[in-house]
């Protein structure tokens, strides 16, 4: 198989994926100019690491990586800074930890799936991404031990989300995440005031779901 030229497309992705949706911070379009997203991708999707899908990353084939626009719209919103500590929700294969890394000071990559953590932390040795560090954990509870955070990144929809993250912003910390399924998602940002993190509504995004933030049922007499 021919090897494609990963860097053009990543050139292309930004050019055609990326500043046509109003991403138009440029620490950030650097970041997914460099950060090689065929290295957090499985060996047999490598071909297709620039598509402007989401793309299956997990065997147990309920994980996968966001597509391109979403993911970059929501880290836009979060407003990442330089001296910002950094906790991402649903690490998977560590895309998401990797371009954060190249905003912050310091990521917390949470990963429940053993896999996709190995995976990841391999990964990041490799490529030299010495300020990213992967645990391993349930999803809902995030990483309390290293908090408080500046900013949190749920890197999928949920369709609650647990006041446990929230609750692991630092005073002015910001939170995104998509709420909802499928194309009834909508991508919010919570900012933590006075020691309350009140949401608002950003714009649509369809985001495939991280597991375990199902919605409780309610009893049924």
């Known amino acids: 198989m021919m090897t494609a030229d990963f860097s053009e497309l990543r050139v292309k992705m930004v050019d055609g994926q990326i500043r046509t949706t109003d991403v138009t911070n440029l620490p950030l379009l650097t970041a997914m100019l460099e950060v090689p997203r065929e290295a957090f991708v499985p060996d047999n999707r490598k071909p297709v690491a620039y598509i402007d899908e989401d793309i299956l990353i997990s065997e ?5 990586l966001m597509k391109p626009s979403p993911f970059a719209k929501m880290v836009q919103l979060a407003d990442v800074g330089e001296n910002d500590k950094v906790l991402v929700v649903g690490s998977g294969t560590g895309y998401g ?3 954060l890394s190249r905003l912050a000071k310091a990521v917390v990559a949470l990963e429940s799936d053993a896999a996709l953590a190995d995976a990841s932390s391999a990964t990041f ?7 990213v560090s992967v645990v391993r954990g349930p999803l809902p509870d995030g990483h309390k031990k290293a908090g408080p955070y500046d900013v949190i990144f749920v890197a999928g929809s949920v369709e609650e989300l647990p006041e446990t993250l929230t609750a692991q912003l630092s005073e002015g910390g910001r939170l995104t ?7 009834a998602g909508i991508a919010r940002l919570y900012l933590k005031s006075n020691g309350v993190a009140t949401g608002r509504r950003a714009f649509n995004a ?3 779901p991280l597991p375990g933030f199902e919605r409780a049922q309610g009893f049924v007499f």
């Not at 147990?60 to 996968?64: A, E, H, L, V």
């Not at 040795?125 to 300020?131: C, K, P, S, V």
């Open 60 to 64: 147990t084939g309920d994980r996968y």
């Open 97 to 99: 930890a990797a371009v």
């Open 125 to 131: 040795a490799r490529l030299g991404y010495d300020n």
């Open 177 to 183: 995440v998509a709420e909802g399924l499928g194309n």
């Open 206 to 208: 369809a985001v495939k």
